[in-house]
């Protein structure tokens, strides 16, 4: 049950982590404070809460090591807390396994709203055989994709980028993720190559390529799947 999962807030500005339990409390989760990172592994490990919110900016071991110490051992969900000038360092998080990023200054509300969306995603994880989102249908056996009743030719590539983003709405996707789902049917190597595929894809999906409804980029760090 979401309304009773237990969250780990690893933050060591007293201010930002009272105010996130405050919000996070009245939305019904049982909120702890870590205020530095090996408080928070002793803690992720020991406690084995539903979602860690990580601030990056940790005096001694930093936001990343803290990552990097919970994925050794579990699957725990991460939203990490980043600067807003930093974005390399939403890139390196995702790529460490975090699921998810809220930007400083953000709004208690707003990360209340990703926090459900992650735990949504990730216990929620029933792979079922078709994806629907508005219009368009993706369907896992058949390998095809629907929009309405008219059928839309993708390549495998574009399949596997598309499928691999639709499994997990909502989620952010770095470009090297990308690239890696489609490693088993590509020799691409280039994380650029990846927007060319993109392109693509929008203009086969996408009611106005320009505007697209799908496919979101996040700029600076890589693309999302609309979460319906
Ligand atoms: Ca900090």
Redesign the pocket.
Known sequence: MVAMSRILIV???MK?ARLVEEYLSEAGFDVSIARDGRAGVAEARSTQPDLVIL?L??PGMDGFDVARAIRERSSTPIVMLTARSEETDRIVGLELGADDYVVKPFSPRELVARVKAVLRRTQGQVQSDVVRVGELVIDRITRTVRSGEKAIEVTTTEFDLLETMASQPGRVFTRSQLLDSIRGVSFESYERAIDSHIKNLRKKLEPDPREPRYILTVYGVGYRFQDA
């Open positions: 933050e060591d500005e930002i601030d900016g940790l």
